[in-house]
């Protein structure tokens, strides 16, 4: 059996069996089995949107700590654009930089940065033609495992590049290698992450048999102890920064606007983006050159792991986008190995075919007749209350033998009032008592 790592945690100590998470999930992998929620592995794609609906905190993020900086001589912080979001407009990105800097981090480089890489990639691969179209976004990879899981047709839609963060990674670990002269084994990569799904990418890359990522921190995390880090007097202006396309991945529509002009659509928010997704499945969207598409509301900006209220964020990178933009680096060492970066030999993105029956394909098929026939019997109310999403879900459940009729309340009802009945007729028919 396929082993999975999952960022995504269930604490089974605060689930009060509430269906709250199975009704939202996209991927319908969660159940509720002896009044705990049960994640089904294979489904999970680490989205967090069970995250954000719980309201008794029983799902969580697993993600690194700053104290595993102490694995590596020389340490490199990745900050996603969504950090800055985190604070004031008042407080500079430089200012944040050095507040890295401050708590143990060796360098910084700006995942901005591989983001105006990717953008440069994609404008050529658009602009060659050639693509399955709608061509769609590799950025986020809780869309990507959407796809292999519930829209495996659409993975030639892909665009064939690693995400922003895999980017920087790799050219944050090159520059330290050349300048610093160190060996590649002493250098530690550390992703500062606004969501689930991007250390759950770490562990296991998309496209790739290994990442350049060495471990990814919560936003949330280490939020705290930068605040205390940011230094009080002016930031070095000096710094090289990423300019204000790449900063603007942050945000919805952030990536599509470096594209320009081409005929972009724009979509975030799971189930917006599984409604999308059946559109281009269905044939409808041809027209379009290309999907942006972002697991959470508003963005990156939107990710569960962020301490800030998204629309504020937004806001916030909005203010920051008008004041003075920095110039764009001219850096011939990132120029050099920019085309290795991009084309950095990506394996073909496999299905994760996970509604698949059963391997056999006449238990395959016996196992669909008997899901429609429990189908036929059900309610058909979706209301969740037997612990599967749906009335479909639970069909499917019982079908692979891990629930039955019976975890329908309506079901049960029906089965204890016809029991009842039989009882009240069985009694009718007792001969009298030899005492009477």
């Avoid at 610093?180 to 969501?195: A, H, K, M, R």
Wanted: hydrophobic residues 40%; aromatic residues 6%; neutral net charge.
């Amino acid at each position: 059996m396929k082993k999975y790592f999952h960022s995504v945690r269930l604490l089974p100590d605060r689930c009060k069996g509430c269906v709250s998470c199975i009704k939202r999930c996209p991927t319908e992998a969660i159940r509720i089995r002896s009044g705990k929620a049960k994640i089904i592995e294979s489904r999970c794609i680490d989205c967090g949107e069970c995250i954000r609906r719980c309201s008794n905190h029983a799902k969580s993020a697993i993600t690194d700590s700053i104290e595993d900086l102490s694995r590596f001589r020389y340490n490199i912080a990745l900050p996603a654009p969504t950090l800055y979001a985190q604070f004031g407009a008042d407080t500079p990105i430089e200012a944040i930089l050095c507040g890295l800097k401050k708590l143990g981090f060796d360098a910084v480089f700006e995942v901005a940065r591989g983001a105006e890489f990717v953008s440069r990639a994609i404008r050529e691969y658009l602009a060659k033609g050639g693509y399955c179209r709608p061509a769609i976004s590799s950025a986020c990879p809780a869309v990507v495992r959407l796809i292999q899981v519930n829209f495996p047709e659409l993975i030639d839609h892909l665009v064939p590049f690693a995400a922003p963060v895999e980017v920087a990674a790799k050219l944050a670990r090159e520059l330290a290698r050349r300048r610093e002269g160190l060996n590649p084994s002493d250098i530690g990569v550390w992703f500062i992450t606004p969501c689930p799904a991007k250390m759950t990418a770490v562990r296991q890359p998309l496209g790739a048999e290994q990442s350049h990522i060495s471990g990814a921190i919560a936003i949330s995390k280490i939020y705290g102890d930068l605040l205390k880090s940011l230094p009080t007097e002016p930031a070095d202006p000096a710094c090289p920064r990423a300019t204000h396309l790449g900063v603007g991945w942050a945000v919805s529509g952030g990536e599509a606007s470096t594209l320009a002009p081409i005929h972009s659509l724009v979509i975030d928010e799971i189930h917006r983006v599984s409604e999308a997704l059946d559109q281009v499945a269905l044939g409808k969207l041809k027209h379009v050159d290309y999907i942006e598409a972002l697991a959470c509301a508003g963005g990156c900006i939107g990710g569960p792991l962020t301490v800030e209220n998204r629309y504020v964020a937004e806001e916030r990178m909005q203010h920051r986008a008008q004041g003075k933009q920095p110039v764009p680096v001219e850096d011939e060492m990132l120029e050099a190995v920019y085309r290795d970066v991009v084309d950095d030999g990506r394996l073909a993105i496999e299905p994760q075919p996970v509604m698949r029956m059963d391997d056999d394909i006449y238990q395959a098929i016996s196992k669909v007749e008997v899901m429609e026939k429990t189908l036929g019997r059900l309610p058909g109310l979706d209301c969740g209350s037997c612990g599967s999403p749906s009335c479909k879900a639970l069909a499917e459940d019982i079908a692979q033998g891990i629930a039955s009729e019976t975890d329908c309340v309506f079901k049960l009802r029906e089965k204890v009032r016809d029991l009842a009945q039989e009882m009240v007729s069985l009694a009718e028919k007792l001969p009298p008592s030899l005492n009477k």
